[in-house]
């Protein structure tokens, strides 16, 4: 079995501040995939980011940062100096070879950034 | 041109209706997939298709019924639906059916009436 929760439901903050997504997963295999997709109002989800169970490294892509930490099952995103199109709904994935392989998302956290 | 496109974005039919939702994907990819995105609930796989083939169905009921006539088009066939069916619908394509990264089209939002 595998869940991804995201337990923070909405955000609010002024734009230019820096915010962080939490995302914590679970899992019983020790080859799995993360990802971050952000869906704004448009509709379509958008990929944003995956990394393997086997990777570590953060990363970071200009403004938004990923924290992968085994330790604590965490895979949190962090987006500096927000800017109002940061404004979305954000969704946390995980994958794993022998949980039937499905695709399985968080309830997702929606950003809102106040100009 | 966006990479998965659904048709059409918004919908309403009523409970004894047929319609169906489409969705094509210009990626070249062998996998796709159908999901229900309901207001405060975790998005939903309904079925994958890898190649053409459908290889997962989670319970979804039969009024729901979905069609991959190529790895290019994936239909989604509604029929006597009730309204606790109104959702978001979303398609999606991947390369491959495990462990790579899925491409969503803008979704259908279904209203039932």
């Known amino acids: 079995a595998q869940k991804v929760t995201q337990a923070q439901t909405e955000i609010s903050v002024v734009e230019k501040e820096d915010v962080t997504l939490d995302c914590v997963y679970e899992t019983r295999d020790t080859t799995y995939y993360l990802f971050w997709y952000k869906q704004p109002p448009s509709g379509e989800l958008v990929f944003l980011i995956r990394?393997?169970?086997?990777?570590?490294q953060n990363e970071i892509s200009g403004r938004y940062s990923w924290n992968f930490q085994k330790s604590t099952s965490s895979f949190n995103f962090t987006i500096t100096a927000s800017q109002v199109v940061d404004s979305a709904v954000y969704f946390c994935a995980l994958i794993s070879n022998f949980g039937n392989e499905k695709l399985t998302f968080g309830t997702g956290t929606r950003l809102t950034i106040i100009p | 041109e966006t990479g998965v496109t659904q048709t059409p974005r918004h919908l309403v039919m009523g409970m004894t209706n047929k319609k169906s939702l489409k969705c094509e994907q210009h990626?070249?990819?062998?996998?796709m997939y159908w999901y229900k995105q309901s207001a405060k609930k975790p998005l939903e796989l309904m079925f994958v298709?890898?190649?053409?083939?459908?290889?997962e169905n989670n319970s979804v009921p039969s009024r729901f019924s979905p069609e991959c006539p190529n790895s290019s088009h994936l239909f989604l066939h509604l029929h006597t639906l009730q309204p606790e069916d109104s959702a978001l619908y979303l398609c999606?394509?991947?390369?491959?059916?495990?462990?790579?990264?899925?491409?969503f089209g803008q979704g259908t939002r279904l209203t039932v009436v």
């Open positions: 298709y890898s190649l053409e083939e459908r290889v």
């Open positions: 990626l070249g990819h062998n996998a």
């Open positions: 999606a394509s991947s390369q491959a059916r495990t462990n790579t990264e899925a491409f």
């Open positions: 990394r393997n169970s086997f990777d570590e």
